[in-house]
């Protein structure tokens, strides 16, 4: 339902004056606001030559040059307005779709007459056409090298002000045409102009007056059909019939008299009659033309339409002025809305600008206040705080921690798996177990680590410089497959004097060939989590910082250097973490060591025994016997015999180095998580999440200040725009509600 604000004072029987006030304040919105929200307003279509401007001269008073040259090639708003001065300005409304340029150009013309006369007139449209570079046959196609169009969507304002003059505003359109003129229009001319007509008639603000000589039949019009197409209900178009003067022919007459008295009307509106100053009336007035009106209509067969009140300039002009001022009633609570959200928007765009930056207190506060914001997001996404800002909804890429512990989770189960360069003896036997059942991963070698990186690193090219140098391809194991074989070879070729002992140098050897895949594995491992802690920052920094200038100014000249270095040293951290752990002397306190140790001994003993005993049950039958196993003594003895001192050290070597790998890999990896990834690249003082802070800002020097956040002019122009957008607006919003001070209706 529509609510129609308290200004309808029709009740009390100052019609006028309630009126009046309406239209001066649509007058003051024009004058606010009208670029922005379409406006109640009158538009005159027709084809061309049909009377339009004749028509709109009866309306409004104000004559236009009768020269063919100057026939309409834009649309020309007359605005007329009671000013205690007489005075006509001439400006142009650019087209908002026109270059720049051109809209400086068009805007700059501006003329004032005080005195009117059809030479001052000619000389302004002139000078208009001109300003809108608009072709005519005196342009010869030789003066520039393209052609001028013969069209214009600039808007011709025209406001005449008097003290006299009624509150109105229409708007004259070029006329509807359907052949080219030799050397003037073309064919896309006329689609031009059918455009323009039908998208002034589309708005729903916009009372359409379609305009059609009598002695055609209004049946066979095209203006009607595109009227139909853009007003359906037909609840805003009306018709005037002009020159009936020229329908001689008595069936013609009757034509249009049976549309004007509405027994053929098919318009709510219905048909109007007038008739203006033909060509041969150029030396009369226009006061002298409407006295000729109210004779010819007073005579047969016209006299009889009297009593319709559709007949002559002045019933027109009263039936138009109610109309448009019922559509402006109707349509002042959807106007506040328009003009409300519009200034919404306006200022959500200014807010979102930020405030001002012209000097260096304003641009580091606005600087501060960015890496304020990005810190907050920092601290929740580190923290799996992800209900705190609607960016984390729906991105699961930004939910940095869970993302982070899932890649380690990953590191964790690769190295496990994949970590060592030969299977241990008694895992080979465990794992073609599991094989069985179908869950053991073969031909993990041949995996490429690269393919496995996150796709994401496309977007970041400047993340190939950090990672260029970083080789993540899996090596092969250098030396026989099998482990035992390989510790073989290594102690045949290094034993010394010992005797079934072996060096911790021997140890540290093989061990480094067995973790050989450690490297390539952790810096994926870490190429991974600084893709996504990098992906992180630009796309949390992209998404806070407004202006797009100082999101690039602030990474490309300041951030990224800083970045790709705390990147390198997470590399650098790493590549030293693995050094102590596979080239330095093997080490550890941990009594898992020793545990693991016996344990594999004892097993090894154990299916020694196995093997050269006989099974047996121990205990009373009956009671609670146990599985045995039956040796004599011999047989035991054969037990050490048997076994060389080499075969002794290889299964000992192995048996260390199984022990000490299980050791070493746990500690590795918890180092790598929590030393390279949580501190390096998340948490810690210099992690890369911390470099765009408070102190950072603080110390920048006031001209690294202004090459990232100093405002470029165009960021200047548009914020004195939506400035001067807002301020009108709120004025606006004041004509609307009638708080602006002027005389309540
Ligand atoms: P527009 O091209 O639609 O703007 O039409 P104009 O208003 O310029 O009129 C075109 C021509 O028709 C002009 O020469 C007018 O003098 C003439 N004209 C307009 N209305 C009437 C009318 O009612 N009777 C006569 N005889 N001529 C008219
Ligand atoms: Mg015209």
Redesign the pocket.
């Known amino acids: 339902m529509m609510r129609i604000p308290n200004m309808d004072n029709s009740t009390t029987g100052d019609h006028s004056s309630g009126n009046h006030a309406i239209l001066t304040k649509v007058d003051k919105l024009r004058e606010l606001i009208s670029n922005r929200v379409a406006l109640p307003q009158l538009v ?1 279509v ?12 009866g309306l409004t008073g104000f004559a ?1 040059p ?1 020269d063919a040259e100057l ?2 090639r834009y649309a020309t708003q007359i605005t007329c307005r009671r000013e205690d001065e007489e005075s006509i300005t001439v400006s142009i409304i650019p087209n908002h779709d026109a270059p720049p340029s051109e809209q400086e150009t068009v805007k700059r013309f501006h003329r004032t007459l005080i005195e009117m006369s059809p030479e001052n007139l000619a000389e302004i449209f002139r000078d208009a056409n001109n300003a809108m570079g608009i072709r005519t046959s005196t342009t010869t196609p030789s003066q520039s090298s393209s052609i001028p169009p013969a069209f214009s969507e600039h808007i011709l304002k025209i406001e005449k002000l008097g003290p006299h003059e009624e509150h109105f505003t229409v708007i ?1 359109v070029p ?1 509807i045409f359907r052949k080219e003129t030799e050397g003037i229009t073309t064919e896309s001319d006329i689609d031009l102009v059918r455009n323009m007509v039908q998208s002034y008639m589309k708005d729903a603000r916009t009372i359409i007056l379609a ?1 059609m ?2 002695n055609v039949d209004p049946a066979t019009q095209e203006i009607l059909k595109l009227a139909k197409k853009a007003d359906p209900n037909m609840t805003r178009t009306m018709a005037v019939l ?5 329908a001689i022919e008595r069936t013609t007459q009757q034509i249009a008299i049976d549309h004007v008295s509405g027994k053929r009307s098919d318009l709510t509106l219905g048909y109007y009659i ?9 030396d009369k007035t226009l006061e002298q033309g409407q006295a000729d009106e109210r004779a010819f209509f007073s005579q047969a067969p016209w006299s009889d339409l009297k009593r319709t009140g559709k007949v002559g300039m002045d019933s027109l002009k009263v039936r138009v002025r109610a109309l448009l001022v019922d559509l402006i009633k109707k349509e002042f609570p959807e106007l506040k809305r328009d003009v409300r959200r519009e200034l919404h928007a306006a200022r959500t765009q200014r807010d979102a600008m930020g405030p001002s930056r012209r000097n260096q207190h304003t641009q580091r506060a606005y600087l501060n206040k960015i890496s304020e914001k990005f810190q907050a997001l920092v601290r929740d996404a580190t923290n799996a705080y992800y209900t705190s800002d609607k960016l984390f909804t729906n991105r699961p890429d930004l939910r940095l921690i869970t993302r982070v512990v899932e890649a380690n989770e990953e590191f964790a189960s690769e190295m496990d798996k994949k970590g060592h360069m030969r299977e241990f003896i008694s895992d080979v036997a465990q794992e073609s177990e599991s094989a069985v059942g179908g869950e053991f991963e073969v031909n993990f070698d041949t995996e490429d680590l690269y393919s496995r990186l996150s796709p994401q690193l496309d977007n970041y090219p400047e993340l190939d410089e950090i990672f260029d140098p970083i080789d993540i391809s899996l090596p092969d194991p250098s030396g026989p497959e099998d482990i035992i074989d390989y510790i073989e070879d290594v102690y045949k070729s290094s034993r010394g004097q010992e005797l079934g002992t072996f060096g911790s140098a021997l140890l540290g050897t093989v061990f480094q060939e067995q973790t050989k895949k450690w490297e390539p594995i952790t810096l994926w491992h870490i190429s991974q989590a600084i893709i996504c802690v990098h992906h992180f920052i630009y796309t949390t920094i992209k998404d806070i910082c407004p202006d797009s200038k100082v999101q690039e100014a602030l990474w490309d000249g300041f951030l990224l250097d800083q970045l790709q270095s705390s990147y390198r040293k997470a590399f650098g951290h790493a590549k030293y973490l693995l050094e102590i752990e596979r080239e330095g002397q093997p080490f550890t306190m941990n009594h898992y060591f020793n545990s693991n140790l016996q344990k594999d001994q004892t097993d090894r003993l154990v299916s020694k025994l196995e093997q050269l005993g006989r099974q047996t049950m121990i205990g009373r039958p009956g009671e609670d016997q146990k599985e045995g196993i039956l040796l004599s003594k011999l047989e035991l003895r054969n037990l050490s015999v048997n076994k060389s001192n080499a075969d002794y050290v290889r299964e000992y070597m192995h048996d260390v180095l199984k022990s000490y790998y299980k050791v070493s890999l746990k500690r590795f990896v918890d180092v790598i998580c929590m030393q390279v990834i949580m501190s390096d690249l998340l948490t810690g003082k210099h992690s890369p999440l911390k470099i765009f802070n408070t102190d950072m800002v603080l110390s920048l020097s006031e001209e690294q200040l202004e090459m990232i956040a100093g405002e470029d002019l165009a960021v200047k122009i548009r914020r004195d725009k939506l400035d001067n957008e807002i301020e009108k607006y709120e004025e606006a919003l004041k004509v609307l509600k009638g708080t602006d001070g002027a005389p309540a209706s």
């Open positions: 005159v027709g084809d061309q030559s049909s009377g339009k401007s004749s028509v709109l001269e236009f009768r026939c309409t004259d006329g305009i000589p009598s002009t020159k009936p003067d020229l007038v008739k203006n100053r033909g060509p041969d009336d150029m």
